[in-house]
């Protein structure tokens, strides 16, 4: 396992031993994901991966973190769309702060998806 791929999400002890889920080191919402289970009966630990590829944006063009995607969405969603009401809203909650350029280009994409 590549040790600088996954990022730790949690664990949870289950029927057959303690698993350790990751992330995609660069989202949570990558569809690639692995855990490793440490069974109560034996002292090796066995690695699961997803089926799936990774599905997340090339980490250089990647702009906003996902809680700031997810939160720009969620307004975007209740009618605003000012680009510096965002911004305020983002800081009000106390998240990472994008620049306007960076926030503008988001919005531009995304509505671009929106109307394809
Ligand atoms: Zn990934």
Request: charged share 35%.
């Given at each position: 396992?590549?040790?600088?791929?996954?990022?730790?999400?949690?664990?949870?002890?289950?029927?057959?031993?303690?698993?350790?889920s990751?992330?995609?080191?660069?989202?949570k919402?990558?569809?690639?994901?692995?855990?490793?289970l440490?069974k109560?009966d034996?002292d090796d630990?066995?690695?699961?991966?997803t089926?799936?590829?990774?599905?997340?944006?090339d980490?250089?063009?990647?702009?906003?973190?996902?809680?700031?995607k997810?939160k720009?969405?969620?307004?975007?969603?209740?009618?605003?769309?000012k680009?510096?009401?965002?911004?305020s809203?983002?800081?009000?909650?106390?998240?990472?702060?994008?620049?306007?350029?960076?926030?503008?280009?988001f919005l531009?994409?995304?509505?671009?998806k929106?109307?394809?």
């Amino acid at each position: 396992m590549g040790e600088k791929l996954w990022r730790m999400s949690g664990k949870n002890d289950g029927l057959r031993g303690r698993k350790i889920s990751y992330n995609c080191k660069y989202s949570k919402l990558c569809g690639a994901k692995v855990y490793l289970l440490f069974k109560y009966d034996s002292d090796d630990a066995e690695l699961y991966r997803t089926t799936s590829e990774h599905t997340h944006d090339d980490p250089k063009c990647r702009g906003l973190t996902d809680s700031t995607k997810e939160k720009v969405i969620q307004l975007l969603n209740d009618g605003v769309n000012k680009p510096k009401i965002i911004l305020s809203t983002i800081k009000e909650c106390g998240l990472e702060e994008p620049p306007i350029r960076m926030l503008k280009n988001f919005l531009f994409h995304f509505r671009r998806k929106q109307t394809e």
